[in-house]
């Protein structure tokens, strides 16, 4: 936790000499309702979890004066393609997501829990990137929360190399909307639902509340690009 905290306050007081902190952010619901993504221990959607994290956060965000734009709230983006055009003009994008595991480990899936964060060498401000996730997972952190780095193990369908494994951030190049997107762009994981106790802890709302502050006031913290997140 030390640790921690010096992290933070080394990277908080760098960021003012850097440039300003984004002023709007553009808020992903991952999945839709026609391809809802993984399926939780108890059955429930992806797209469910993922939209009520993403409601938690924009409204977060915009506590702390951040200009938010909800994307894919009403489950019908059928393109990826399309959400990235949507967030065009905001300074960062934030996809919300939430985690499952390989098929030959989901009798074992209890064992898999925490949170991680994808960027993309691909996007054209690709270390900024990386530093935004960086601020999040610090705030995570310092909210009790851990990084799961099952999705680094050498198997199919995993094996994403690690960005900042104490911090549980990895690259994921090729994912569309990380790589088109034409500011800063952020994947969160925010747990492991197919792991029946992190669901359960999942549906809790002081605990969805708990992450989304987390996740909010990293993003806060991360550093606004030119021209309003254009290249």
Not at 114 to 137: D, M, T, W
Not at 184 to 213: F, M, S, Y
């Amino acid at each position: 936790m030390k640790l921690c905290w010096s992290l933070t306050l080394l990277l908080g007081l760098a960021l003012p000499a850097l440039a300003q902190s984004v002023q709007s952010v553009a808020v992903d619901v991952g999945h839709s309702l026609a391809a809802p993504g993984a399926r939780s221990a108890s059955g429930q959607t992806e797209f469910s979890f993922n939209r009520r994290m993403a409601l938690l956060l924009a409204e977060q965000l915009r506590q702390r004066g951040v200009e938010v734009q909800l994307i894919g709230a009403a489950g019908d983006i059928r393109q990826l393609s399309e959400r990235t055009l949507q967030a065009q003009g905001r300074q960062l994008l934030l996809s919300v997501h939430h985690d499952s595991v390989q098929p030959q480990y989901l009798s074992e899936a209890g064992r898999f829990q925490g949170y991680s964060l994808f960027v993309s060498r691909k996007n054209p401000f690709a270390e900024l990137s990386l530093a935004c996730a960086r601020q999040i997972a610090l705030s995570l952190q310092e909210a009790g929360e851990r990084p799961t780095l099952h999705h680094a193990e050498a198997i199919a369908g995993e094996n994403r190399p690690l960005a900042d494994a104490a911090l549980g951030i990895y690259w994921f190049d090729d994912l569309v909307v990380l790589k088109t997107a034409t500011q800063p762009a952020v994947l969160v994981e925010h747990g492991v639902i197919v792991n029946p106790a992190e669901e359960a802890r999942l549906a809790q709302p002081a605990v969805t509340l708990k992450l989304a502050r987390a996740v909010a006031a990293g993003a806060a913290r991360c550093q606004a690009v030119p021209a309003a997140g254009r290249p």
